[in-house]
């Protein structure tokens, strides 16, 4: 079972690292993290990345697992690999996000008509690829399963690997990982944060979401233009 | 602030991606990974991290957090890395691990007298570097934090943001990272998993308990001989 994480400068490390951690423990898992070359990335807190494998020499993928982070608002440009995710996910058995990795499988052009999530800051942006976006923390449409932001992303994988491998061994993975959460503050949804840290944070990310606008506009255009 | 994350052969790579994505948006954090030496080390599953500095070269740490994994146990017999931990704590504001790295602090002779918490499978054999060992899954002692199996490493991390910068800058954090969990399956502590999903865990890992409950003894004989 090939699962290949896409990995590109920018990406945010624990959206990945959350869910490699429980399905690379599926028995008969081979997980390695894809890039578009062997050159190392950098995380959007400078975490470095070694690509196990390129597009050129990955195997076919049983599961695409694509992280989010700012880094995807130069990915949403990215011809090679929206192709490389598009022409993946024709043989893939599930074709999965988290967090703003969901705005890559749109402009990839395989969120249409489909249920969907992502971060609570990108909900209205994901609309743009037709998708009909939930506010909920993992969604499956049949093979496509989208998570919310970054560690949601574990909760995503946990019911990932239930459906793989079903439940006994799914529970025995979060005995072992002791996934028995207890946040010490309540601040993880907008709802739960309250007006003053929504603005705070969405203050902070003024500009990177003014250029994500920008990009997903543009490579909106591009997937409807390329339909008609 | 200068926080330190020990990178070592074996280590559980969540136990260290968690509390990076987290600490590393506190204003002003400076996170690197610290090696022995700058060579790439791999998780225990195969996951490349490369160290961002070396014992020789990496500044003093105001923050010191050491990750678990089965790479701990050819740790406990490491005098250059228990020396370095040891040297570190002098100075560092807080000297923290997450899962099974509080061994490692053990053996460095850090918890002696000291509440500290690990991963749930590792609990009996804490108490051998002195430690008073609570099934908790974030143990605060004064300067002293310790996180409990993997995913507690979250909780610890914002338990130790909150202290460092404050509820509200914590909080902002919460928000931006999503950390409303939800595990779709509960089975994330040995009293909610119940007995067979333990048993199977143990099972699976009860080779490398062997070799460590033996690195342990080792390891805490050298500590009090040297004491006396």
Same mark, same amino acid.
């Given at each position: 079972?090939?699962?290949?994480?896409?990995?590109?400068?920018?990406?945010?490390?624990?959206?990945?690292?959350?869910?490699?951690?429980?399905?690379?423990? $599926?028995? !008969? #898992?081979?997980?390695? @993290?894809? =890039?578009?070359? &062997? /050159?190392?990335?950098?995380?959007?807190?400078?975490?470095?990345?070694?690509?196990?494998?390129?597009?050129?020499?990955?195997?076919?993928?049983?599961?695409?697992?694509?992280?989010?982070?700012?880094?995807?608002?130069?990915?949403?440009?990215?011809?090679?690999?929206?192709?490389?995710?598009?022409?993946?996910?024709?043989?893939?058995?599930?074709?999965?996000?988290?967090?703003?990795?969901?705005? $890559?499988? !749109? #402009?990839?052009?395989? @969120?249409? =008509?489909?249920? &969907? /999530?992502?971060?609570?800051?990108?909900?209205?942006?994901?609309?743009?690829?037709?998708?009909?976006?939930?506010?909920?923390?993992?969604?499956?449409?049949?093979?496509?399963?989208?998570?919310?932001?970054?560690?949601?992303?574990?909760?995503?994988?946990?019911?990932?690997?239930?459906?793989?491998?079903?439940?006994?061994?799914?529970?025995?993975?979060?005995?072992?990982?002791?996934?028995?959460?207890?946040?010490?503050?309540?601040?993880?949804?907008?709802?739960?944060?309250?007006?003053?840290?929504?603005?705070?944070?969405?203050?902070?990310?003024?500009?990177?979401?003014?250029?994500?606008?920008?990009?997903?506009?543009?490579?909106?255009?591009?997937?409807?233009?390329?339909?008609?």
């Amino acid at each position: 079972m090939h699962i290949g994480f896409l990995v590109f400068d920018g990406l945010t490390n624990l959206d990945l690292a959350g869910p490699y951690e429980v399905l690379a423990r $599926i028995p !008969g #898992a081979r997980p390695f @993290l894809v =890039g578009k070359t &062997a /050159t190392p990335v950098r995380s959007n807190l400078g975490f470095i990345l070694t690509p196990d494998k390129t597009f050129e020499n990955a195997p076919p993928l049983d599961i695409l697992v694509v992280p989010g982070g700012s880094g995807v608002n130069d990915l949403l440009d990215d011809q090679e690999t929206l192709s490389y995710i598009e022409k993946s996910s024709h043989e893939a058995k599930y074709v999965t996000s988290v967090c703003t990795g969901s705005l $890559i499988l !749109g #402009a990839a052009g395989l @969120l249409k =008509g489909r249920r &969907a /999530t992502t971060h609570w800051m990108a909900r209205d942006l994901l609309i743009s690829f037709g998708a009909e976006v939930l506010p909920d923390r993992v969604v499956v449409d049949g093979r496509i399963i989208t998570g919310g932001g970054v560690t949601s992303g574990i909760d995503f994988a946990f019911e990932l690997a239930r459906r793989i491998a079903g439940r006994e061994i799914a529970e025995q993975i979060q005995l072992t990982l002791e996934y028995n959460p207890k946040p010490p503050l309540d601040a993880g949804s907008p709802e739960r944060a309250g007006e003053g840290i929504v603005m705070d944070v969405r203050a902070c990310s003024r500009q990177m979401l003014h250029e994500r606008r920008l990009a997903v506009i543009k490579a909106a255009n591009r997937l409807y233009a390329n339909e008609s």
